[in-house]
Nanobody
Framework: QVQFVESGGGLVQPGGSLRLSCVASTNFFSIYAMAWYRQAPGKQRELVAVITSGGSTNYADSVKGRFTISRDNAKNTVYLQMNSLKPEDTAVYYC????????WGQGTQVTVVS
């Protein structure tokens, strides 16, 4: 069973930046498309960004131009660079394969507040 460990969240002011990291415990990381998801209080989990095994990326409209997803296959790690953060970006952020495995990590909390 693949496990995901997310880190890098925190409290930041609007306009600030954070870099999230997620390490996956699998020998097949390099062939997976990986993604970041987020879940805000009272809302459903949503897809934020995807990166394919070949490095192609796609983003939700709400984060285009502000967030950048990347990966380091040698470290089994996927990153999410988040710039120009807004209060509406406040959520717990998770990573998973795309399509997702059934198991999820604990996530990392991102809070954007003045």
């Amino acid at each position: 069973q693949v496990q995901f460990v997310e880190s890098g969240g925190g409290l930041v002011q609007p306009g600030g930046s954070l870099r999230l990291s997620c390490v996956a415990s699998t020998n097949f990381f390099s062939i997976y498309a990986m993604a970041w998801y987020r879940q805000a209080p009272g809302k459903q989990r949503e897809l934020v960004a995807v990166i394919t095994s070949g490095g192609s990326t796609n983003y939700a409209d709400s984060v285009k131009g502000r967030f950048t997803i990347s990966r380091d296959n040698a470290k089994n790690t996927v990153y999410l660079q988040m710039n120009s953060l807004k209060p509406e970006d406040t959520a717990v952020y998770y990573c998973n394969r795309e399509p997702t495995f059934a198991s999820w990590g604990q996530g990392t909390q991102v809070t954007v507040v003045s």
